[in-house]
């Protein structure tokens, strides 16, 4: 029997919201590790310079970064061999381990070297989960969509991603104003891991429940026996070599303005700890909400005007952003400056998952979107926090500016010679 349209319509939105939720709680458990890092980097590190325990922190979020390209390669084989479905359930379960590990890891004074070893290892396991992550839930919520609302749609794979950052953030908040500096820096900065590890399971049994995409069903019916490997996404050169040039200048930027901006605005605008985890939860907050309107306007007028619009303004305006942010002395200003940022950064960031999810077929879709995208990721977004700090090391802090600069030059120039992926993308050749 033929299901109505109003069905399909509630169990596609349905299919969505788990594959979104679930994306949530990944995220958080990443996120949860930049966020904290200024109370727990004394604990995994031997007492000295500040900045030199946060470089150390850094360097751990960087290598965790390395593992995203493996993980894009393991989970999108699952994912276009075995089913999304499948390769999302065991992502968020390998994130659940890492939160565990860190939570209940011992001190350096308790363990010495043994303390950042077993640091490192939890952050190489989260960074292996969500560097399938990515890949996989792009193709879900991009699969799921329907063809006139998929820019829509996947713009919530952002807006969760953001989310996951701002519980991170929340819970930050509520520990400030409950624990004492010295309760959060001596045991207080466990609990957003252990709560990451519960939130895990959560999801894990709502990922259980998702039902397989059209696109999936429709590409296992063909029998290919190269579905999902390398040797197969190489026949797509000029798809993996555009996913690498878009995401180049947009991880970049992101990274910078949400993961990074917490610790330069205390350790560069000299706010507060308190200051800065507000200041970044409500510009998160609005970025976030801003990611459907401009998802929604793709649907309308394409992709390639938005990602122009946020190449260009990037070009022009970062250095003088991020200079007048240095410069300030004024919560209001400091906001106003960030939002900026981050509305610029947005062009990017609300429509960057269905556009790589549109340049490949099915059968090699999840691995096209998440391993040249991890790839990249793991060079230029999980570096971003380390040469910021190494540079405002050795007194060249604005050369960070321009390399930034220059990264967002170069995808504006990818996106100026692409193709609206709207209009030839691959998902209109399958179940619409």
């Not at 996951?164 to 930050?172: E, H, P």
Request: aromatic fraction near 12%; proline fraction near 3%; glycine fraction near 10%.
């Amino acid at each position: 029997m033929t299901q109505s349209p109003e069905k399909i319509s509630l169990s596609r939105l349905r299919a969505i919201v788990g594959g979104a939720i679930g994306n949530l709680v990944e995220w958080y458990d990443w996120y949860a590790y930049s966020a904290f890092a200024l109370y727990f980097s004394a604990s995994f590190f031997p007492a000295g310079n500040a900045t030199a325990q946060l470089l150390n922190t850094a360097g751990v979020f960087a290598l965790g970064f390395l593992m995203r390209p493996i993980g894009g390669w393991l989970f999108g084989h699952i994912a276009d061999k075995s089913g999304r479905k499948k390769s999302m359930t065991w992502s968020v379960l390998l994130m659940s381990f890492g939160s565990l590990l860190i939570a209940f890891t011992p001190t350096y004074e308790t363990i010495g070297i043994l303390a950042p070893v077993v640091l490192l290892v939890a952050r190489l396991l989260q960074g292996l989960s969500v560097g399938g992550e990515y890949g996989v839930s792009a193709t879900y919520l991009s699969e799921m969509a329907s063809r006139n609302r998929r820019g829509f749609y996947s713009s919530f794979q952002y807006v969760t991603l953001i989310g996951g950052q701002l519980i991170a953030l929340g819970i930050q908040l509520i520990l400030q104003s409950q624990l004492s500096d010295a309760q959060l820096h001596a045991w207080g900065w466990r609990i957003p891991f252990i709560i990451g590890a519960v939130l895990s399971v959560i999801a894990l049994y709502l990922r259980s429940s998702l039902q397989e995409t059209p696109s999936f069903a429709l590409q296992q019916t063909k029998q290919k026996e190269q579905k999902g490997t390398i040797r197969e996404l190489l026949k797509h050169p000029r798809a993996i070599l555009t996913v690498v040039g878009l995401t180049l200048g947009g991880t970049l930027a992101f990274y910078t303005y949400t993961t990074y901006m917490q610790k330069f605005l205390v350790n560069t605008v000299h706010l507060t700890k308190e200051q800065s985890t507000m200041l970044s939860f409500i510009s998160l907050l609005l970025f976030a909400l801003l990611q459907p309107f401009l998802g929604a306007l793709s649907d309308r007028i394409g992709r390639r005007p938005l990602l122009i619009g946020f190449g260009v303004l990037g070009v022009i305006c970062t250095v003088p952003l991020l200079t007048a942010l240095s410069h300030t002395s004024s919560l209001w200003i400091a906001f106003l400056l960030l939002m900026a940022a981050l509305i610029i950064v947005s062009g990017y960031t609300s429509i960057n998952a269905v556009v790589k999810a549109e340049l490949f077929p099915a059968e090699v879709r999840a691995l096209g979107v998440g391993l040249p995208y991890a790839l990249t990721v793991a060079i230029f977004g999980g570096s971003a926090e380390y040469i910021a700090l190494w540079l405002k090391k050795i007194g060249h802090e604005s050369w960070f500016y321009w390399y930034i600069t220059g990264c967002i030059g170069i995808s504006l120039l990818v996106y100026v010679l692409m193709r609206d992926t709207k209009h030839s993308s691959k998902l209109n050749e399958e179940i619409s």
